[in-house]
């Protein structure tokens, strides 16, 4: 089974700080995203990277930052966290597409950051 | 821009009935549409992808159709139990990367 680990279930840190996000999937995907999930707004996609050191600006990379320097890692940057910045944090993963199709995403546990 | 929207946004039945979520996407241009489970305070699990060439696919007592054409997706599940209680969430992938999400259903089935 593919297993997407983020490295904190809950995290609280202070406006101004500049917070890391870890994500690592042990199943040699190309894909991989940021999400995060607000009550009322749902799931939106931050950033999101098909390749080493590659990165695509999502729908709301405002803020944010990543870093892909391996496969398997994948990690989202608050530069200076904002109270605006509090949420559920999903990370993901999917292997490339192939013979036509498109293969699934896999997500982690999620990563609920408060910022005070 | 794709739009994803799920009705209805919560449901609560009781334990043994048949029950059917929907989905519906503005754009049928999709490669995939997945459903997903979420547990409170929890990530996804994946329960069921539809490749765009598929009519439905099926898991135990999950089954998920697409209609493509119409822009719906339909997931039935069989006899609930109070197991099944979770939010079912809906996407599609229309770009082959990133998935757009509908909102959630947030089913309740009680004993």
């Known amino acids: 089974d593919v297993k997407v680990t983020q490295s904190s279930r809950y995290l609280v840190k202070r406006t101004g700080e500049k917070v890391f996000l870890e994500c690592v999937q042990d199943?040699?995907?190309?894909?991989m995203f940021w999400y995060r999930q607000d009550p009322g707004l749902g799931l939106r996609l931050i950033y999101f990277?098909?390749?080493?050191?590659?990165?695509e600006k999502g729908d709301i990379p405002e803020g944010y930052s990543v870093s892909r320097e391996k496969k398997e890692r994948f990690s989202l940057i608050l530069e200076s966290a904002s109270t605006n910045q509090t949420s559920m944090y999903l990370c993901?993963?999917?292997?490339?597409?192939?013979?036509?199709?498109?293969?699934?995403?896999?997500f982690g546990d999620g990563t609920r950051l408060s910022i005070l | 821009k794709q739009e994803v929207t799920q009705i209805p946004a919560a449901l609560s039945v009781p334990e043994g009935e048949n029950l059917v979520l929907n989905c519906s996407f503005t754009?049928?241009?999709?490669?995939?549409l997945q459903w997903f489970r979420q547990d409170p305070g929890k990530g996804l699990t994946s329960l069921l992808l539809i490749q765009s060439s598929q009519r439905e696919q099926t898991s135990g007592r999950l089954n998920a159709s697409l209609d493509k054409s119409s822009g719906r997706s339909t997931l039935y599940i069989a006899a609930s139990q109070p197991g099944d209680s979770a939010t079912y969430l809906c996407a599609v992938n229309q770009a082959g990367t990133a998935l757009i999400f509908g909102k959630g259903t947030t089913l309740s089935v009680s004993s």
């Open positions: 993901a993963s999917s292997s490339p597409t192939g013979s036509g199709l498109r293969r699934p995403q896999h």
């Open positions: 199943m040699d995907h190309e894909n």
């Open positions: 754009d049928s241009a999709i490669y995939n």
């Open positions: 990277s098909y390749d080493v050191k590659m990165k």
